[in-house]
């Protein structure tokens, strides 16, 4: 524990950051309360994002001139200056801004603490922008001091509070975690849009915040810790739990034109309590202990072939060599694992149903998909024949064993080229890619048997998913699919194709599969 608490809190950024607060402290000419953001700038968020991520030089370089700014526009307010020093700090910000936005292109939607953490990076840039707009004195239709309490409120609440719900993250096993760190990301702009539009809004959002906040605090309790480590995380949510009511009360004082609590003593009491008790503690607990990142990078073969398929001479007969490969067939009807490793032999009918609210995107698409001649499906419901042809591919270009694609046309339209492979890991995955411009589609699919129907879905544990392939960096994509395949009779089977997309269904195909005489 020493160690990690020697070495997060002994680096040169944090470092410094405590000299240019002592320089502060003392020359500061302005009101005390600043230095409630000015400790925020210059120790709880270098300390923290260092915790997290290893900061690149040249990173590192940017942020200390962050600092160095906030430090001379404190000990000398000249307007122009200021403006100036407080333009350097959003460079700084952004900077850390761009560190969330790269992790998280190099993971995509999984792995909901890690993204609380990139969210949080980002929401420096926003709170940094509210300090510039504070600075130059910039109308944002708010007062001033508003103006400056929403900096400050990105700062702690945006970034310290979000990377602390991250890093719990990576140790908690509570399937309450899920729901609690999404309000955590989502409270601070619903509780700025009920600021600006509605007092109504504002009193739910925090609310909704004050909920968020002592499940939290419950979830910390009920998970094991280090008891230092235990205590600064659980006393630093405690202080939470307490300041979080002024902002209730504050929030009810707007709706009925009663003042409860203003804004001297919010900044009296509130500002102090998560200044003194939460920004400090929540800085300790996990600088002496940053629990390592669960994720782990994606290992599967993904195909190299982007845009227009090479073609081939060759054909192939169906879209895998054994379906006893991926999943136990002994209940399967044989027409099923005989329409997979005998595709060539069937002819496909399909109907086609965009959901209503996804219409006007799929119709926007289709002027896409037309060009790209992927994913290129009608937008009317009628029933559909698709032909389609199996060819080989060349394992040397597609960089993964035995790709075979399966080209589907409507009449002379192309709609589907989708190239197929296999991959094993924990199981055998059906590794299906999708070809698009200067990158490719790819989606994982998880075999299964349930009551005699073969069951496809992307939406299932190991390396199933969806994901975009680019150049080397694979993104996870917030699209599953599930595919359920059953025997009408020997040479009839039908299937069911199911999209959804942040978990809301947007596409729905019915296909009829007949076996050719």
Not at 19 to 45: D, E, K, W
Not at 122 to 136: E, N, P, Q, S
Not at 351 to 359: G, L, R, T
Request: charged share 15%.
């Amino acid at each position: 524990m020493q160690d990690n608490l020697r070495k997060n809190l002994c680096n040169g950024l944090t470092l410094l950051g405590c000299i240019l607060l002592i320089l502060c402290y003392f020359f500061n000419t302005g009101p005390r309360y600043v230095l409630y953001l000015t400790v925020a700038q210059l120790l709880f968020v270098p300390t923290v994002l260092q915790c997290v991520v290893t900061v690149k030089l040249y990173e590192k370089v940017i942020i200390a001139a962050g600092m160095v700014a906030i430090t001379g526009m404190m000990i000398w307010p000249n307007g122009l200056f200021t403006i100036i020093c407080a333009g350097v700090y959003v460079l700084s910000t952004l900077i850390i801004a761009l560190i969330g936005i790269k992790r998280f292109l190099r993971r995509g939607f999984t792995n909901i603490a890690e993204i609380t953490i990139d969210v949080a990076f980002v929401y420096m840039l926003i709170g940094g922008l509210w300090f510039f707009a504070y600075t130059a004195g910039i109308d944002t239709g708010f007062s001033p001091i508003i103006t400056w309490l929403t900096a400050i409120h990105f700062h702690y609440s945006g970034f310290l509070l979000n990377v602390s719900v991250g890093l719990f993250g990576r140790i908690s096993q509570s399937k309450w975690y899920m729901p609690v760190a999404i309000l955590m990301m989502a409270g601070l702009p619903l509780v700025a849009v009920g600021i600006t539009f509605s007092r109504i809004i504002e009193i739910v959002s925090v609310l909704l915040y004050i909920v968020a906040i002592y499940t939290l605090l419950i979830l910390t309790l009920r998970t094991h810790l280090s008891r230092v480590q235990g205590f600064c995380l659980r006393l630093s949510i405690v202080a939470l739990c307490v300041s979080i009511l002024w902002s209730l009360l504050y929030a009810f004082g707007n709706l009925n034109g009663m003042h409860i609590v203003s804004i001297p003593d919010m900044l009296a009491f509130h500002g102090w309590i998560n200044c003194i008790f939460f920004g400090v503690l929540t800085m300790l607990a996990w600088a002496i202990q940053t629990p390592e990142t669960t994720q782990r990078p994606f290992d599967f073969p993904v195909s190299q072939i982007r845009g227009k398929l090479p073609l081939s001479k060759k054909t192939n007969l169906g879209l895998v060599d054994r379906l006893s490969d991926y999943c136990e067939t002994g209940n399967l009807p044989k027409s099923i694992a005989h329409f997979y490793e005998q595709t060539n032999s069937y002819t496909l009918h399909a109907s086609v149903q965009w959901h209503k609210w996804f219409k006007l995107f799929a119709f926007i698409y289709k002027g896409i998909s037309n060009i790209i001649k992927q994913i290129n499906l009608p937008l009317g419901r009628q029933r559909v024949e698709m032909t389609g042809v199996m060819v080989a591919v060349d394992a040397a270009i597609d960089g993964r064993s035995t790709p075979r694609a399966w080209i589907r046309k409507i009449g002379d339209e192309t709609v589907f080229t989708a190239i197929y492979s296999q991959h094993t890991s924990d199981k055998t995955y059906m590794n299906i890619a999708l070809p698009l411009p200067f990158s490719a589609m790819t989606g994982i699919l998880s075999l299964y048997e349930e009551d005699g129907k073969l069951h496809l879905t992307s939406n299932a544990s190991g390396d199933a998913g969806t994901y975009l392939a680019f150049k080397k960096a694979v993104f996870k994509l917030p699209i599953h699919e599930h595919f359920i395949i059953e025997e009408q009779s020997p040479i009839h089977l039908t299937a069911v194709h199911k999209m959804h997309i942040f978990g809301i269904p947007f596409l729905h195909i019915d296909y009829e599969i007949f076996r050719e005489a």
